[in-house]
């Protein structure tokens, strides 16, 4: 699978790679130019201008011959080196496991506005309202509870108020002595908040 390109793997190192290899080819021509050129007696601007005419062509041409084949050059100056030269955290050619690693997975798409999420709060903002009204003094009894409205709107009916009630039986916040008595809550507001904290 083909990676996206990165700056410095696509650009910045093809270009250190020709620029290196231009200035060496600089470098060996003036190496070899400037004691012919003492022999020969030419002026001496002949092996600067030679050295600079050579090394621009080697840069020239082995920027196009990177940019043609940069990897697997890339792969093997990594391999030579032993060096992470484009930062892509492997030495050398990646194999096909770090190759499925390497590459980022195809964005998922998001609906900005969603329905399920706001329904989801509303009925958080509810049940964090039925928890404050129950530990300020309301209470739990279905008769304190009967048609009240709550933040979103929506009025408390019996089988609302049975799934809160059960909730707080299940996180030990309430107890019943019978199984007709009403809730006798034994913990505080903020044992419920805590207890709640993911649903809230």
């Known amino acids: 699978m083909e990676r996206r390109p990165r700056w410095e793997g696509e650009v910045l190192v093809p270009a250190g790679q020709a620029w290196l290899i231009g200035f060496g080819v600089g470098l060996g021509s003036l190496a070899l130019l400037i004691p012919l050129t003492i ?45 992470d030269l484009d930062r892509d955290g492997i030495v050398g050619e990646p194999g096909e496991e770090q190759e499925a690693i390497l590459t980022p997975e195809e964005p998922r798409f998001a609906y900005v506005n969603d ?52 909730r707080l039986l299940k996180a030990g916040l309430a107890v019943r002595d019978y199984p007709t008595a009403p809730l006798r809550l034994v913990s505080d507001y903020r044992d419920a908040l805590e207890a709640f904290r993911e649903l809230l």
Request: glycine content about 6%; aromatic content about 18%.
């Open 39 to 83: 022999w020969q007696r030419w002026p001496w601007w002949v092996p600067l201008a030679v050295a600079a005419s050579l090394a621009c062509l080697a840069f020239g041409i082995a920027a196009v011959l990177l940019v043609l084949d940069h990897r697997r050059l890339l792969w093997a100056w990594e391999e030579a080196v032993r060096f």
């Open 115 to 166: 329905p399920y999420r706001r329904r989801r709060l509303l009925a958080a903002r509810d049940f964090r309202f039925f928890l404050r009204e129950a530990y300020d003094g309301r209470g739990t009894t279905w008769r304190a509870w009967d048609g009240v409205v709550l933040p979103s709107g929506r009025r408390v009916t019996r089988p609302l108020w049975e799934e809160y009630t059960e």
